[in-house]
């Protein structure tokens, strides 16, 4: 079973920078999952902010994100990665990791699928004020 373990979030104001960090456990050798990054505002469905290949070569970002975030992912150390700069209050939620086993093709599309992401950490909360 896999387990996913968010940390890195907090508050800060609006301009300023987070690292969320994810810890894995539980692969299985011969598999590869595709894995990303998630949120999910007050009242609002969660959407997809990011997503990596199960290779960790191709990224896959929300409008919301691209220029402002990125993902990647240290293999030695189980561990996903999402640097967050130029924050915004609009980007204040709940932020998920999220896997799901590799089984070919482009892992993109888990970007609007998020239901198709099998495993989910219990989140961490970025809170960015004005």
């Known amino acids: 079973q896999v387990q996913l373990v968010e940390s890195g979030g907090g508050s800060v104001q609006a301009g300023g920078s987070l690292r969320l960090s994810c810890v894995a456990s539980g692969y299985t050798g011969s598999s590869s999952y595709c894995m990303g990054w998630f949120r999910q505002a007050s009242g609002q469905e969660r959407e997809g902010v990011a997503i990596i290949s199960a290779a960790g070569e191709i990224t896959y970002y929300a409008d919301s994100a691209k220029g402002r975030f990125t993902i990647s992912q240290d293999n030695a150390k189980n561990t996903l990665y999402l640097q967050m700069n130029s924050l915004k209050p609009e980007d204040t939620a709940m932020y998920y990791c999220?896997?799901?086993?590799?089984?070919?093709?482009?892992?993109?599309?888990?970007?609007?699928?998020?239901?198709?992401?099998?495993?989910w950490g219990k989140g961490t909360l970025v809170t960015i004020s004005s």
């Open positions: 999220a896997a799901v086993k590799w089984l070919g093709g482009s892992c993109r599309g888990y970007l609007e699928d998020t239901d198709g992401m099998h495993y």
